[in-house]
C-alpha cells in the first residue's frame, strides 16, 4: 500500500499541473504569428487563443477582442475548448475525492483499504483529466502544424505554437504523473509471516519440537 509521502507528491503534482491548466486555458498565447520566410517586416504580432484574439503592437499596446460566435469557430478549436473545460471540471472532482482517500487526512473513515481505495480512484479521476487536457492540446497543436505547411496558406496568415500550447502539455504531463502515484494506492491483503505454514501451526509446531507425539 502506498505511503503517506508518496500520496502527497501524487496530490501536489496533480494540483500543480490542474493550476497550470487552468491558466493555460486562459491565456491567449495558443499560437502566435510566423512570418517565416517573408521579407516584410512588421510591427504588429498577432495571437490567438482558445477565446479570444490579440494583437500586440511595437509600442507595447495590446488589442483583445472576444470571438462574436462560437459557431464561426472550425472544429479543432471547438474540441479543444470542451476538453480543456471537461478536463478542469473533472480535476475538481479528481481532488475531492483524492482528498477523502490521502492517509494524511481524517475524510473517509478510519478503515486504511477504503481509503486506499478511495485515493485509488481519484488518481483514476486525475488520469483521465490529464488525459483530456493532453488530447486537446496535442490536437490544436496538429491543427497549427498542418496549417503551417499547407502550401495554400498564405504567409502572413501562418501561425506557430504559442506559450499556451507547451503550458497545457506540461500541465496535463503533471496530473498525469499525480493521478498515477495515487492509482498506487491499491490495497493489498496482508499476508502471513511464516510462509508455507497455516495460520493455526504455531502449536503444533511447538510441540513437535520437545519430542514428544501425541495419539
Not at 476538453?83 to 472532482?93: D, P, Q, R
Not at 495515487?182 to 511447538?206: D, H, Q, V
Amino acid at each position: 500500500m502506498a505511503n503517506s509521502g508518496l500520496q502527497i507528491l501524487g496530490f501536489l503534482m496533480a494540483l500543480i499541473g490542474w493550476i497550470g491548466l487552468i491558466a493555460a486555458t486562459i491565456m491567449p498565447q495558443w499560437r502566435m504569428s510566423s512570418y517565416a520566410g517573408d521579407s516584410i517586416i512588421t510591427a504588429v504580432a498577432i495571437y490567438q487563443g482558445l477565446w479570444m484574439s490579440c494583437a500586440t503592437q511595437s509600442t507595447g499596446q495590446i488589442q483583445c477582442k472576444v470571438y462574436d460566435s462560437m459557431l464561426q469557430l472550425d472544429a479543432a478549436l471547438q474540441a479543444t475548448r470542451a476538453l480543456m473545460v471537461l478536463s478542469l471540471v473533472v480535476g475538481i472532482f479528481g481532488m475531492a475525492i483524492s482528498a477523502m482517500g490521502m492517509k494524511c487526512t481524517k475524510c473517509g473513515g478510519d478503515d486504511a483499504v477504503k481509503k486506499a481505495r478511495i485515493a485509488m480512484t481519484g488518481g483514476f479521476v486525475f488520469l483521465l483529466a490529464g488525459l483530456a487536457a493532453l488530447i486537446a492540446c496535442s490536437w490544436y497543436g496538429n491543427q497549427i502544424i498542418r496549417d503551417f505547411y499547407n502550401p495554400l496558406t498564405p504567409i502572413n496568415t501562418k501561425y506557430e505554437f504559442g506559450a499556451g500550447v507547451f503550458l497545457g502539455w506540461a500541465g496535463s504531463l503533471l496530473v498525469i504523473l499525480g493521478g498515477a502515484l495515487l492509482s498506487c494506492s491499491c490495497p493489498r491483503r496482508n499476508s502471513y509471516k511464516n510462509k508455507g505454514y497455516p495460520k493455526g501451526g504455531g502449536a503444533r509446531t511447538k510441540a513437535s519440537s520437545t519430542g514428544k507425539d501425541y495419539v
